[in-house]
């Protein structure tokens, strides 16, 4: 620290560089959690309707 001078921010550039990564891979992540959930959901929906569809067949074609 002695040989830098007195106006040196390196380790404060250092450290901004590193929180801008942190804050980067977090948000990618917060993203791909969310990408995940809400195709979950939709995939979800799809099975439901499907389910509601058979069982609406199933009711119908017991009746003729």
């Known amino acids: 620290m002695a040989d ?3 106006y040196d921010d390196s380790d404060y550039h250092d450290a901004v560089q590193q ?3 942190a804050t980067r ?4 992540a917060i993203a ?3 990408g995940v959930l809400g195709c979950l959901l939709i995939t ?3 099975i439901c309707a499907v ?3 058979a069982c609406l067949y199933v009711v119908v ?3 003729y």
């Open 25 to 28: 891979f977090g948000w990618a």
């Open 44 to 46: 979800l929906a799809v």
């Open 51 to 53: 389910a509601v569809l």
């Open 61 to 63: 074609s017991m009746n």
């Open 32 to 34: 791909g959690t969310t």
């Open 4 to 6: 830098r001078g007195w």
């Open 19 to 21: 929180a801008e990564r």
